[in-house]
């Protein structure tokens, strides 16, 4: 979440109006993330999340919209969105779609416990469960179809070890785990950092930001939140969490041996998709009042550790 697009309590009297909401009483950007304009707003009867999509088309908005509320109504504790009084969830400010969605309570981790990453574990399991029950499918926008453009983009920008390391890569994992189609595939949360979890200490509370959930491998958005959560911010291996989460969703969804052994080129892929996401990101960078700008080296240290024979053997001794 980032501030691309500066907004004042009078650009919301609009919508304020046609949802009920009360008065505005405040707004306060909201800086972590680095896709989208969000802002927690608080008015007379509540409190409230409120996002400008920078960058997204309507039609994938109300579909992301309706797995909220389908997932929500099933149990899974991520936020309810908000219509107005047709029943219509997003609208316009400043020439960008606008979204309202009830704000949870907790806060995001910053350095996770083992405790919490297991609870993550179980979430996602969960909501892959909850999930095919949704029966509309969604392409990945940011699946392996992007990333050889990126990765042209960004070769005579990197030192040669770096876009040594990426071009090896990603031929292997479009090979061996995107070309299988026997692996048990439907939607995922596609971003399950801590920053997109919320705890009351050791509480799970909620899950939020479905922005880039789609229609994905299983073992690869488990991979996704793996890498996110068993991994320091420097990107070294921490096994206590990687294995407090790899035991809490497995305990919660069985897999297959064929599914878990696909685990080592899952976990390279995730880490080549943000590796590559956040290169992008840092060479080129938007504009905006509050923008986070997350380093890229991590993941590169990350997926260098993971293409290791060292990182393998890990993996595979699970």
Known sequence: MSVYTQLSLNDLAPLLAIHDLGEAISLEGIAEGVVN???????????FILTLVERSRDDYLNWMLGLLSYCQSLGLPCPQPIVDHKGNPVHQIKQRPALLVTHLDGQSPQQPTPTQTAQTGRLLARLHHIATGFEHPRPNPLGPA?????????????????????????????????????????????????????????????????????????IYDLAITLCAWGFDTQGDYQHKNFKALWRGYTEARSMQADERAMLPIAMQAAALRFSLSRLRDWHFPREGEQVMRKDPEPFLRMLNWLSSEEGIKELKDL
């Open 37 to 47: 304009t969000n802002y927690r707003l608080f008015t007379s009867r509540g409190r």
């Open 146 to 218: 992007t990333w050889q453009q990126q990765l042209e983009q960004l070769t005579p920008l990197l030192i040669p070890e770096q876009a040594d390391l990426l071009a090896k890569t990603l031929p292997r994992v479009e090979q061996e785990l995107f070309n299988r189609a026997d692996l048990p595939t439907g939607i995922g949360h596609g971003d399950l950092f801590p920053d997109n979890t919320l705890f009351d200490g050791e509480v799970l509370t909620g899950v939020i930001d479905f922005h880039y959930a789609c229609t994905l491998p299983w």
